[in-house]
T-cell receptor, first 112, second 114 residues
C-alpha cells in the first residue's frame, strides 16, 4: 500500500484509550473544517466536519473541537481501536472546495 | 468503498513525457476535484470541474489540465513531466461541489517520474 504516513508526526495509543490529534490552521477567514482519515492505499475518508460558528461537534466515537482564537482544531477519538490506525488530516475551507488547504497529517498507531 | 475509481493504480514516466490519469465518479455526481499528494504531505487542490467546465483552480501551472465527460468520468493530463510531479493523484467527486456536500475520494494513482 501507499506510505502515506512516511515522515509524519506519529501518535501511538494503547487500544481502548482515547486519542487526541491536533491541527493548527493558517487562515483566520476559514469557515469550514473537515477531519479526514487516510488508510494505506486509499484516498482520504470524511470523518467529521465543523463550521466556524461552532466550537464543538460530536459524532460516533469522535469529537471535533474548534478554537478560533488560536486557530486550533482537534480530533478526539474515544476508545481507540486497531481499525483507527491511519493518517489523519485536517482540512480548512475558505470558500468551498476550491479554497481548501490540507494540513500535513498525523499518523495514529494503535497498540493492541 | 466510495464508488470512485481511478486508473491506473501505478504509473512510471520519464521527464518531459505526458500522462493522462482517469477517474470514474459516482453516478449523479456533477463535480470532480483533483488533488496532488506528495509523499508524507496532505493533498493539494489542483482544480475542480462542474458539469464539464473548470470552476476553480489551485496553484498549479497550465501544463496541468483536465476534462470531464457527461458519463461521470474525467481525466487529468500533465504535460512536460518534471521530477517533482511524482506524487499520488487523487480525484474526488461530490453532487454539486458546495462545501456542504461530502466529497468521495478515489484510491489514487501513484505517478513516478524518473
Amino acid at each position: 500500500g501507499e506510505s502515506v504516513g512516511l515522515h509524519l508526526p506519529t501518535l501511538s495509543v494503547q487500544e481502548g484509550d482515547n486519542s487526541i490529534i491536533n491541527c493548527a490552521y493558517s487562515n483566520s477567514a476559514s469557515d469550514y473544517f473537515i477531519w479526514y482519515k487516510q488508510e494505506s492505499g486509499k484516498g482520504p475518508q470524511f470523518i467529521i466536519d465543523i463550521r466556524s460558528n461552532m466550537d464543538k461537534r460530536q459524532g460516533q466515537r469522535v469529537t471535533v473541537l474548534l478554537n478560533k482564537t488560536v486557530k486550533h482544531l482537534s480530533l478526539q477519538i474515544a476508545a481507540t481501536q486497531p481499525g483507527d490506525s491511519a493518517v489523519y488530516f485536517c482540512a480548512e475551507f475558505s470558500g468551498g472546495y476550491q479554497k481548501v488547504t490540507f494540513g500535513t497529517g498525523t499518523k495514529l498507531q494503535v497498540i493492541p | 468503498e466510495t464508488g470512485v475509481t481511478q486508473s491506473p493504480t501505478h504509473l512510471i514516466k520519464t521527464r518531459g513525457q505526458q500522462v493522462t490519469l482517469r477517474c470514474s465518479s459516482q453516478s449523479g455526481h456533477n463535480t470532480v476535484s483533483w488533488y496532488q499528494q506528495a509523499l508524507g504531505q496532505g493533498p493539494q487542490f489542483i482544480f475542480q470541474y462542474y458539469r464539464e467546465e473548470e470552476n476553480g483552480r489551485g496553484n498549479f501551472p497550465p501544463r496541468f489540465s483536465g476534462l470531464q465527460f457527461p458519463n461521470y468520468s474525467s481525466e487529468l493530463n500533465v504535460n512536460a513531466l518534471e521530477l517533482d510531479d511524482s506524487a499520488l493523484y487523487l480525484c474526488a467527486s461530490s453532487p454539486d461541489g458546495s462545501s456542504t456536500d461530502t466529497q468521495y475520494f478515489g484510491p489514487g494513482t501513484r505517478l513516478t517520474v524518473l
